[in-house]
């Protein structure tokens, strides 16, 4: 049991019986979740701040970890913003971002790789290993996980793809056995190119190929914003034209794109929440909390 509830346990602490019940509360209120989750597949796109910051990467692996052993079958696809353009840095090459994607030329693509495939995929392997369950690295290059096609940018951002298709099999494998595959975002086409995906782009078609229950993308922002409002949901209309003001921009583009791909692919749920509140992946999937912004289509929004 953590210090926490061992202190919230004592017999001699105030009010005990009271959080007692409320902490029993809380743990029971998650059953119905569970039992409706159980066996399904959730893809988690894992971005942005929790991704740099020690306590938020550990409570992330910790998430994860709960998720998998109630039975949720997780498949986590990670991106690495930052780890890229402080490697591309450090050997002295500039990064470009077009509408939130990164320009990738031949020297990015092997950047890309190294720093995505390598460190920033193993980091995540293991600390998700580290609280007991068992993370696999996955390269879109690993058994064709993801193959890929020039995106339809291309011509301005380089060596961008899309997910073509996705290796399910594979996939299905790795959660059949109880593992976790943690998912790089880089493919390669017919002609062995291999191509940079962007992240949100990329969960998006894995969610898609494996009929996924939810896609959650775990970013550092509370939700979409609107001036100074975080919106509970937004839909397909409202977004084009956030973007069209510059409401929407950068990073926060391509997500919302690819969240109504995903819905319009039928997918159920697509929410975006904030990596930066720890835990907050739990009270997504098991609470009626509302947190961060849902993705919904046009209908569901009227
Ligand atoms: N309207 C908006 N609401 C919320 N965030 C926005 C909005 N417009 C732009 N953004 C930006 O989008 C960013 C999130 O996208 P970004 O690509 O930077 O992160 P990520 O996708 O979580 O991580 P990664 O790209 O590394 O996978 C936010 O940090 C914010 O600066
Ligand atoms: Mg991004």
Redesign the pocket.
Known sequence: MSNVMNDLCRDSHPGMKERQLAIGQVLIEALPYIRQFEGKTFVI?Y??AA?IDDVLKNAFAQNVTLLRKVGINVVVV?????AITNTADSMGLHTTFVH?KRVTDRKMIDVVQMTLAGKVNQDIVRLISGHGAKAVGVSGLDARTIQAEPCTEAAHLGLVGEVASVNTEYLDLLCQAKLIPVIAPIGFDNEGNIYNI???DAASGIAIALKAEKLI?????E????GDRILKSVCKSEAAD?IEQG?????????SLSAYRTLDAGVGKVHLID?RFVHSLLLEIFTNAGVGTQFVSEKESQ
């Not at 993308?217 to 922002?221: E, I």
């Open positions: 796109k971005g942005g991704m990670h991106g690495g913003g930052n939130g962007n992240a949100d993308y775990v970013s550092d922002v939700g979409v914003h609107c956030l409401i929407i921009s950068g990073g926060m583009i391509p997500k990596g």
